[in-house]
């Protein structure tokens, strides 16, 4: 049996051989996929140049291709009607930086607890031995650039921006990196280029200012010079916030964009472009002012629009247009802030007739524009109405280069390049789920259906500041925006009798809900995964199993449930009771950073060539596990991300198959995550019968 991988928790594909009588029924399915398979190879047999136009913040309604009228957008509008409109996708979460980790990883991002926006102070939050979308484009020998908004972090904890900022882009599969660092709303308002700040100068330093303003940040309504939640400001650093200027970003950037695509000329390559248009503050050349009829809002999206049109208009003028892919869609949906709501008095509706906005589970907060464009392949003018995730890029784009994916890797995406890039109208993707900014609110679209554990949207205010700003209706609040008395505790909507979610029939249907609600628990468990092998260390005989305390003490370094900090939006993801821990639970419920120290393993000889465990808390320099080999050289480090959640690490370990390993949990710190939680270790390996150390 040949089985063809589409996702961990997808449907698989069997290819089987059938003895006795077959059916037509069974003829007529073999056909067709037979028929998918050979469609499969022949894509993959060429190797288009690759565009991904990654915009901020742009909701379902923000185009006139998608039914806007107070805004024009000629340039994108162009490219549906030469390529193909989806009408059912989806960003990986609500919110704008998981959603770039799901995209780059094809992973959903609340595995690793991953919610809100990173800033300034935050580490680089993808894992550096994590297989990442720019990664299979390099395996496949293409050139590869990300231009534009990163916002996912630098350095192994907290970026010096004064100094390397790695790891980063370059990092992660990226062989060239420009652009806006964090989010054009929030500190430091530079550009980086590679591993530098552009124009940084040594007499001129950054200095971290707590509680005090950028003294050379320009000031537009919506952006934050002052310092952010932490107190953390910047001051210093002139010369490299005068190239920063708010009005110029985004021409800045598709120049930059443009002139990297020029130079590629010996090989295939992959752009990721990920503008700051339309993420707030709201700040378009003033080529663009009063274009259009929506405000400064309207006036930006136009301003996107250009950008796409000169990336286009570049691959036209270079011969490239009918060999490249080019791919548009946005991180989230659109976000009722200051520049959203004046749009919305002027009537532009940024997310259409769906229900909520950025940071929400409901439909508006994550279904978004997805146009893909790739001439002689992708049919001009079509549409799909398929279930599709920007998740299911990484396996779709994977198989279009004819590059393998391991079960670990883009372990949330299903290979949907048929749909994308072939002539499949149906789906391969029957659900899916859908991540707000609360945690607690995290829902699933099976089919038509939409489950949501709790009330409200799960985004900033739970929805009821946004109904009752929009006028839009919910059957479980007032026309005050308040949860009436009697309003369920979950939710359930059918997008088929009802896209707008205006009525919930949860009570009408409690079968389906109790059914989705049993599935998503599955889908959030972490015990969906395979041991690597025969080695293990699960702690569950409440004992050491061998490992040490080699320096400190720790009160109870294999600890129970009780240990583990109350976060009901992030739960752990443990196996079993027990777990390696340097907490300090002083007997009770509720835990602090305050014990430091070093635990060793056990010896053990690596038969395979990996490892894979669970771990929680911090990861910096002074909150790291290491692996290190029998002479003491370390050859690997990784830890938590810098929150409650447990997470799972796969460390490709090739080079030590057959040599002698052992692991160290180095907890220094007593604050800022400054500890360790550890579970579920497994490899194909053996522990040494005489552990020499």
């Known amino acids: 049996m040949e089985i063809q991988r589409l996702g961990r928790n997808d449907r698989m594909i069997h290819v089987c051989s059938i003895v006795g009588v077959c059916t037509s029924a069974v003829f007529r399915g073999a056909a067709v996929l037979l028929a998918l398979i050979a469609a499969t190879r022949a894509i993959a047999a060429e190797r288009p140049n690759v565009v991904l136009i990654y915009a901020d913040d742009l909701g379902y309604g923000d185009l006139s291709c998608y039914g806007a009228t107070k805004v024009q957008t000629p340039n994108i509008d162009r490219l549906a009607k030469s390529g193909r409109l989806f009408a059912d996708a989806h960003s990986p979460s609500a919110v704008c930086t998981p959603s770039r980790y799901g995209l780059l990883t094809g992973e959903y991002p609340w595995r690793i607890g991953s919610r809100s926006p990173v800033f300034a102070q935050h580490g680089l939050i993808v894992d550096p031995n994590k297989t990442t979308l720019a990664d299979i484009f390099q395996k496949a020998g293409y050139s590869t650039a990300c231009i534009g908004k990163w916002h996912l972090g630098f350095g192994d904890s907290h970026p010096d921006w004064n100094a390397e900022l790695k790891p980063g882009p370059l990092e992660m599969g990226f062989d060239y990196y420009y652009g806006v660092p964090v989010v054009n709303s929030h500190p430091p308002f530079v550009y980086v280029e590679n591993h530098r700040v552009v124009g940084w100068d040594s007499d001129d330093p950054f200095i971290y200012a707590h509680n005090k303003p950028n003294p050379h940040s320009q000031p537009f309504p919506e952006k934050n010079t002052q310092p952010m939640r932490s107190g953390l400001g910047f001051s210093g650093g002139k010369a490299a916030h005068a190239l920063y200027r708010d009005e110029h970003v985004a021409t800045r950037l598709t120049e930059k964009a443009i002139k990297w695509m020029e130079t590629q000329q010996d090989k295939p390559f992959f752009l990721y472009l990920a503008t700051t248009n339309i993420h707030h503050p709201f700040t378009p050349h003033p080529r663009f002012h009063g274009t259009s009829q929506a405000g400064l809002y309207g006036d930006f999206i136009h301003e996107l629009d250009w950008t796409v049109g000169e990336v286009t208009k570049t691959l036209e003028k270079m011969g490239l247009a009918d060999d490249t892919l080019v791919i548009f869609t946005s991180d989230n949906g659109g976000m009722l802030n200051g520049g959203g ?258 635990i060793e393993s056990p010896r053990f000889r690596l038969k395979g060539d990996k490892i894979a465990f669970l771990i929680g808390g911090g990861f910096r320099d002074d909150v790291h596990l290491a692996v290190f080999d029998a002479d003491g050289n370390e050859i690997a480090r990784t830890g938590g991300d810098n929150g409650p959640r447990m997470v799972r690490r796969v460390i490709e370990l090739p080079q030590q198959t057959g040599q002698i390993l052992y692991l160290r949990l180095v907890d220094q710190a007593k604050a800022g995550w400054g500890h360790l939680v550890f579970d579920d270790f497994s490899a194909d390996g053996e522990l040494l019968v005489e552990d020499q150390r």
Do not use: C
Request: aromatic share 8%; proline share 6%.
């Open 341 to 598: 709501t004046q749009a919305w008095e002027r009537g532009h509706r940024l997310n259409g007739e769906l229900q909520g906005f950025k940071f929400g589970v409901w439909e508006g907060g994550h279904r978004v524009p997805f146009i893909v464009r790739w001439p002689k392949h992708v049919a001009a003018g079509s549409r799909s109405d398929a279930l599709l995730s920007s998740l299911d890029l990484m396996a779709s784009l994977a198989t279009l280069l004819d590059v393998k994916l391991q079960s670990n890797e883009a372990r949330d995406s299903i290979d949907q390049s048929p749909v994308l890039f072939g002539e499949r109208t149906e789906t391969l993707r029957r659900e899916l789920m859908l991540q707000p900014h609360q945690l607690s609110h995290l829902g699933l679209r099976s089919d038509d259906w939409v489950y949501i554990p709790a009330r409200g949207s799960g985004g900033f205010g739970n929805g009821q500041g946004s109904l009752k700003k929009s006028g839009n209706v919910n059957s479980d609040f007032t026309a005050e925006g308040e949860f009436k008395p009697d309003a369920p505790t979950a939710q359930l909507y059918n997008l088929q009798d009802d896209p707008r979610q205006q009525r919930n029939v949860i009570g009408k249907h409690p079968e389906v809900a109790r059914k989705l609600s049993a599935r998503l628990e599955e889908l959030k468990s972490p015990a969906a995964f395979e041991p690597l092998g025969d080695l293990r260390f699960d702690f569950e005989s409440g004992d050491l199993q061998g490992w040490r305390v080699i320096d400190g003490e720790f009160e109870k370094p294999v600890d129970s449930s009780a240990s583990l900090p109350r976060h009901p939006d992030r739960p752990f993801g443990r196996q079993g009771q027990f777990h390696l821990s340097t907490l300090a639970t002083k007997g009770r419920p509720g835990a602090s950073d305050q014990q430091t120290g070093t």
